[in-house]
């Protein structure tokens, strides 16, 4: 966890438990662009909800990196930064923030919706992977379902991609549950890009939480499109304060090796296997 101080730009305001989720981004990134730096050709950071870069911890005085400028400070800098968000002034901030600490790197930013910016995206991995052999590490980290369509993580899955994904189970799904199971409610067939996870709802009620339902039937859906299944081992589950869980964090690559270095994240090592190409 990198903590810093008050520079006066835009911040946002993030739970305590948050810095568990810092922390294995921090360890993934550096072991991701660590290891693939010399086996690839290009590596690319793409962070999906990218926010401004600094966020206060609720109710202290304290200020942390939150994951663009996490990525941006890995000690082998990835070759490209893909940075997006809905609003343009955390990403005006973000900037700010990096061209101050990291003019190094080479980032791009793109604001508004990103479900519908996937074309953007697409086209700038396809100007790195021209001629070469380009690997991305995607952090998709939404506030609710309704930021999140699977279909943007399936466009973008047509280059070799990495994701590492926030599914807001408990905060968002199981909460808001009696939302979103009306009839007249698409939000979840969008975040799981099917409507067929109704009927599968109707054989699992009784035995699963609402929120659990979506993380496997997540999970199922990300397994289908050719994605390793997520073992319980793999998830991470976040609680707050009062052990209330909230949200877990789940990882997907059709890399066996990419899992290795997720649970050697999960276990806060830096072991150096190869993902080969």
């Not at 939150?66 to 005006?92: G, Q």
């Not at 929120?211 to 319980?232: I, R």
Request: proline share 3%; with cysteine.
């Amino acid at each position: 966890m990198k903590f810093v101080e008050d520079d006066g730009l835009l911040m946002g305001n993030i739970g305590s438990w948050a810095e568990r989720k810092y922390d294995l981004i921090e360890q993934y990134a550096n072991m991701f662009s660590t290891s693939m730096k010399s086996k690839w050709d290009k590596i690319v950071y793409l962070d999906l909800f990218s926010s401004s870069g600094y966020g206060r911890i609720k109710d202290t005085d304290r200020i942390v990196m939150t994951s663009p400028l996490i990525a941006a400070s890995v000690r082998e800098k990835f070759d490209k930064y893909i940075f997006c968000d809905l609003k343009s002034e955390y990403l005006n901030d973000l900037n700010k923030r990096i061209i101050r600490d990291y003019p190094e790197i080479d980032a791009e930013y793109i604001s508004g919706d990103v479900n519908y910016n996937t074309g953007i995206i697409l086209d700038i991995i396809s100007t790195i992977t021209r001629g070469r052999f380009s690997l991305t590490f995607c952090l998709a980290d939404p506030f609710k379902i309704d930021n999140l369509s699977l279909q943007t993580l399936l466009e973008l899955s047509k280059y070799k991609i990495d994701f590492l994904v926030l599914i807001p189970s408990y905060m968002d799904a199981h909460r808001n549950e009696k939302y979103y199971i009306k009839e007249e409610s698409a939000l979840v067939s969008k975040f799981l890009n099917t409507d067929s996870w109704r009927d599968a709802w109707e054989k699992s009620k009784m035995n699963m939480k609402f929120g659990k339902f979506v993380v496997d039937f997540f999970n199922s859906q990300m397994e289908s499109a050719g994605y390793l299944p997520m073992l319980n081992s793999e998830y991470v589950l976040i609680r707050n304060t009062k052990n209330t869980p909230i949200y877990y964090l789940a990882f997907y690559s059709k890399h066996p090796l990419a899992k290795k270095f997720w649970k050697n994240a999960l276990h806060g090592t830096s072991g150096q296997q190869e993902l080969f190409k």
